[in-house]
């Protein structure tokens, strides 16, 4: 009886209730500044620009990569350079299968040549998402050969950073050479004619400003990128006195002259062919 009364019934014609379904992971993103929550398929056709407030998400370098070059162009060369521990740093080892196992990189940066709407060029490109991109002796020495092999095949290069970890105080005085060591192979590119671009992206700080980041014959800049030799957070623990607002941003740098041009991401290939067409950049056949 009691089961009779007290058990669980279903009124007539109710419906019962289905446990509502679950959201498929990667369906949805957050945007980081406006916190917007944006569709990923439509936030991804919109090349990882936030649809609200225009926001660029970072990208890593194969994505850049295949974003602004012709498809199956691009050529790694060098790829098979990895870090060493020259001074036998406590822990750097590690370090780096970390970050290459997280990040799908051996290093903080690709390298290599390809064309862009038929123009031939090299290019290099730092990646924050390894070791936020910090510059030892294999992003240096990539970087340069990049740049060397452009002066070799007089054709421009393009340099994007997307660094913001400055020298790996793992390599010591190796690390910090690579600043010298990029410049110097800028200058000779320059010296033969031949254009350099540089586009900076969010961050684009320390040694590679201090670098080559700042010596291209065209500085281009993504809207909102961090730019600067230190971040905001370290200028005020060093006491560096009042700055202004926004000062690190790429708007500021173009305001006060450090950039040549704020470019939004749909923007920048059309942007990069003037620049190409201009600088009489080879085309392949």
């Not at 569709?39 to 370098?61: D, I, P, S, Y």
């Not at 254009?195 to 684009?204: A, H, Q, V, Y």
């Not at 040549?260 to 059309?270: A, E, G, M, P």
């Amino acid at each position: 009886m009691a089961n009779g009364w007290f058990g669980k019934k279903r009124l007539p014609g109710a419906e019962v209730q289905e446990a509502p379904p679950s959201i498929p992971d990667g369906l949805w993103t957050q945007c980081g500044k406006c916190r917007e929550v944006l569709f990923a398929r439509e936030w991804e056709r919109n090349l990882k620009v936030c649809t609200k407030c225009g926001h660029h998400f970072r990208l890593t370098a194969p994505e850049r990569i295949a974003m602004l070059l012709d498809e199956e162009s691009f050529v790694e060369i060098d790829g098979d350079l990895t870090s060493a521990n020259p001074l036998n740093f406590p822990g750097y080892d590690d370090k780096i299968r970390r970050h290459g196992a997280a990040s799908g990189l051996k290093d903080a940066v690709v390298s290599g040549h390809g064309t862009l709407d038929g123009y031939a060029l090299s290019v290099a490109v730092t990646d924050a998402h390894f070791m936020r991109g910090a510059m030892g002796s294999v992003v240096g020495e990539r970087i340069s050969r990049a740049v060397e092999l452009a002066t070799q095949r007089r054709t421009p290069v393009l340099l994007i950073s997307g660094s913001g970890g400055g020298a790996r105080m793992e390599e010591g005085l190796l690390s910090l050479m690579q600043m010298a060591k990029t410049s110097a192979s800028i200058a000779r590119h320059h010296d033969a004619g031949l254009m350099t671009i540089i586009l900076l992206t969010d961050p684009s700080l320390a040694g590679i400003m201090a670098s080559w980041g700042s010596l291209g014959d065209v500085l281009l800049a993504e809207p909102g990128a961090q730019i600067g030799f230190v971040g905001e957070r370290v200028s005020q623990q060093a006491h560096l006195g009042k700055v202004p607002q926004g000062f690190q941003s790429s708007e500021f740098q173009l305001t006060h002259g450090q950039i040549d041009q704020v470019v939004h991401r749909k923007d920048l290939r059309d942007t990069l062919t003037l620049l190409l067409e201009f600088a009489g950049a080879p085309g392949v056949a």
